[in-house]
């Protein structure tokens, strides 16, 4: 009978004690969300009494950028960031807010315009093109020889393996308003327009093979992206041109040094690779076998 009630008293004291504890833990957690709840900042908001907005990125104004749209739920604005913060400011008629934007920052803010409420959020993300990979463009930019084809391999490549006869030309149409073509109709070359013509010898045309064909980029590990050689407007001014035995022009490449850039006759003739250097190379070429007209850097 006495274990009987000791039991029972156990039993009742241990539903006090854990009443008492779960009391104690709804308090605890009780009050850490009221703190929460007062320590919760208010939006920031951004007035404007209109749905257009400026948008500066450091010092450069990006005007009327931003249309604010109600069909999103949240309007995201990402930052390429590369190495250093950039400063974000929104910037209305009325009122402007400003961030300094890191890698992985999110910023929350509101736009109001009267009764008009759009969520707003700028998140800073890792800049795809980085100045190290500009760096590693400009580097593969520039020209660099090898010898990787030989005098055989490079004149076995269309259209120097059709070829019975290469000539170097220059041309010029004082007529032209705009774009001057290479001068040359039904495989005809019209003498009246080409002040300056060469034809190439062995000698010649292997040294021409050996620019086109093996001067080309540097190659760098890693490349994300090639930047491009063409510059200026097109207006050529010299041309290879590709002669078969019927004395016919069949192909031809038509070159603007001043722009360096280039133009082919037909799909057949395939690119070679281009490289910062390689257009005042082949200007010097053509000048040292006697063109002048459009060799000249200057024009």
Known sequence: MQSKKLLSWSVTNLLKVMAKIALFIFCVFNLAANCCAQKKKPATILKSVSDTLHIRYNDYLD??????SSKKGTDILPIEIDENSIRITFISSIDSISFHVNVGDNYDFIITNG??????????IKAYQTSEDDSLANINLQCLKTDLLS???R???????KA???ELISFRDTSAQFFTPLPVKKGRLEDSKVPDRKVLDTSGVNELTDILFNIGRTPVPNLKFQTTVYTKCYEPRNGILFINSQGRVFEYIEICFGCQGNRFSSKRIKQWDDCEQKYDILRR???DQGIKFGTDEHH
Not at 63 to 68: G, K, T
């Open 151 to 153: 005098v055989a391999e």
């Open 155 to 161: 004149n076995k490549k269309y259209p120097f393996n």
């Open 164 to 166: 019975i006869r290469i």
């Open 285 to 287: 070429f053509f000048a």
């Open 63 to 68: 005007s009327l950028s931003w249309v604010v």
């Open 115 to 124: 009764e008009k409420q759009y969520k707003t959020k700028i998140k800073g």
